[in-house]
């Protein structure tokens, strides 16, 4: 059975940096796409980087590109989310996903996803 647990949430200054980690048990992580999702309070569940979809590509929400970098640890079963330079804005619980095996929607959707952790707190203060 497959489980996915973060780590690394935190409050953190406005410019600072995070790094998440969520490890993947029960399963190859070598062979499933991955993602981060975040989720603010009082709206939804949104992406915002997948990872491992297609061989080579890595795909960023717009609002992140240049200041989160994921990354992956096949050996440790790791999946990581480096973030830089917080904003306010991004605060939320963040949750890693495991892509559904077989899935061909779109890969920032929450539907493409069959596994979940239970979330790591970031705050960012300004």
């Known amino acids: 059975q497959v489980q996915l647990v973060e780590s690394g949430g935190g409050l953190v200054q406005a410019g600072g940096s995070l790094r998440l980690s969520c490890v993947f048990s029960?399963?190859?992580?070598?062979?499933?796409?991955m993602a981060w999702f975040r989720q603010a309070p009082g709206k939804e569940r949104v992406f915002v980087v997948a990872?491992?979809?297609?061989?080579?590509?890595?795909y960023y929400t717009e609002s992140v590109k240049g200041r989160f970098t994921i990354s992956r640890e096949n050996a440790k079963n790791t999946v990581y989310l480096q973030m830089n330079n917080l904003k306010p804005e991004d605060s939320a619980v963040y949750y890693c996903?495991?892509?559904?095996?077989?899935?061909?929607?779109?890969?920032?959707?929450?539907?493409?996803?069959?596994?979940w952790g239970q979330g790591t707190q970031v705050t960012v203060s300004s």
């Open positions: 996903a495991g892509k559904k095996p077989l899935y061909s929607g779109n890969f920032y959707s929450v539907l493409g996803y069959e596994y």
């Open positions: 029960g399963g190859s992580l070598s062979s499933v796409g």
């Open positions: 990872d491992g979809w297609r061989p080579g590509n890595t």
